[in-house]
């Protein structure tokens, strides 16, 4: 068990190990969920994404730029099981 001292200010700082163990890097943020009996449960927030960002995914990836057609076709052949 890890013992945390909490400053006048109410701050805590985690040492480098809890970080790790959490997946934390600096800049990331925590997720603290208040549980009974005065207990706590801690762990990364981890981003939920949003239709923007998935389009954006693999932009400048490729040169190669597919017609609405060419994508109806593929998605088509996908659902069809061919290829």
């Known amino acids: 068990m890890t013992t ?12 480098k190990e809890v ?8 800049g990331e943020k925590i ?3 208040l549980l009974p009996d005065g ?4 762990r990364a927030a981890r981003p939920t994404g949003s239709m ?3 389009v954006g995914l693999l932009a400048g990836k490729t040169a ?9 076709e593929a998605a088509a052949s996908g659902w069809a ?3």
Request: a positive charge; aromatic letters at 4%.
């Open 4 to 15: 945390l001292t909490v400053t006048a200010r109410g701050q805590v700082t985690f040492r």
């Open 19 to 26: 970080l790790q163990h959490l997946g934390i890097k600096p």
């Open 31 to 33: 997720e603290l969920d």
């Open 39 to 42: 207990r706590a449960a801690l």
């Open 52 to 54: 923007a960002g998935f």
């Open 64 to 72: 190669k730029v597919a017609s609405l057609e060419e994508i109806n």
């Open 81 to 83: 099981r061919r290829r």
